[in-house]
């Protein structure tokens, strides 16, 4: 199988321009992320990451260029809802938990595009609060959690429909410092335990440091792409390139 073949999500000479066409926001990048892998992505604010990140997961469209997931060129697929939901797992800075929901409640929110039985719903969202360390929390409201607890319901919440990759976008830019460690400790459990290929975002070198790989952005451009060296031999993970 090709380095080609093999790549979970590929962008080939994508770029993102915003409408007033000033900025460019993403220009001409091209990488290739395998299934399985864990890779962070990190650049200034300003940098395009969290743009190639939506364009990645199908939040966004690209202005031109190509974006694959698992061999599938992106813009053949006339909806992308169907793989957004049933394929990815999303974690933002911001947790974007129901308020008049709890924990339980919140879990199962995903769980409801895929017509489980309400009992499933309940029995599987206990199961992931129990792997993020909240089903102490279970019929707690948001708004009676800490935030590093509140983001791990989300973290629970992202796992509902069996995702492929997890996609974060500074998950830990709103926690101090006991949580962010927390939180990073478990995606390497996920990507450890589960095999979750995960893609993140952080402004953090020493969280950074934590994923097999690590792009580096400024200005909208890829400036480096570095696998980690405690990772090199035993899982070898070069960056696709055309």
């Known amino acids: 199988m090709s380095n080609r073949d093999s790549m979970l999500f590929r962008t080939e000479h994508v770029s993102k321009i915003y409408p007033d066409g000033q900025v460019h926001a993403v220009e001409d990048v091209s990488i290739g992320i395998r299934r399985g892998e864990y890779v962070a992505i990190m650049g200034h604010s300003g940098s395009g990451k969290s743009t190639l990140l939506n364009l990645l997961g199908t939040l966004d469209r690209p202005t031109s260029g190509e974006v694959y997931f698992d061999g599938q060129p992106l813009s053949k697929v006339r909806s992308l809802d169907r793989i957004r939901v049933q394929k990815f797992g999303f974690v933002f800075q911001s947790f974007y938990l129901l308020p008049i929901l709890t924990s339980l409640e919140n879990v199962q929110v995903p769980m409801f595009e895929n017509g489980m039985p309400a009992s499933a719903r309940v029995r599987k969202a206990r199961e992931l609060l129990d792997l993020v360390g909240m089903s102490h929390r279970a019929n707690h409201m948001p708004q009676k959690l800490s ?64 994923a097999q790989r690590t792009i580096h952005m400024q200005d909208g451009h890829v400036m480096s792409d570095v696998v980690s060296e405690r990772n090199r031999v035993r899982t070898p993970m070069p960056p696709f390139a055309t």
């Not at 509140?150 to 992202?158: F, K, L, M, N, P």
């Not at 996609?167 to 709103?174: K, Q, R, S, Y």
């Open 147 to 210: 935030v590093g607890e509140r983001q791990r319901v989300a973290i629970a919440r992202s796992l509902a429909n069996d995702p492929i990759a997890m996609l974060a976008d500074e998950p830990t830019g709103n926690l101090d410092s006991v949580s962010a460690e927390g939180v990073f400790d478990l995606f390497a459990h996920l990507h450890r335990e589960q095999r979750m290929t995960i893609v993140l975002i952080t402004h953090d070198p020493e969280f950074g440091r934590r």
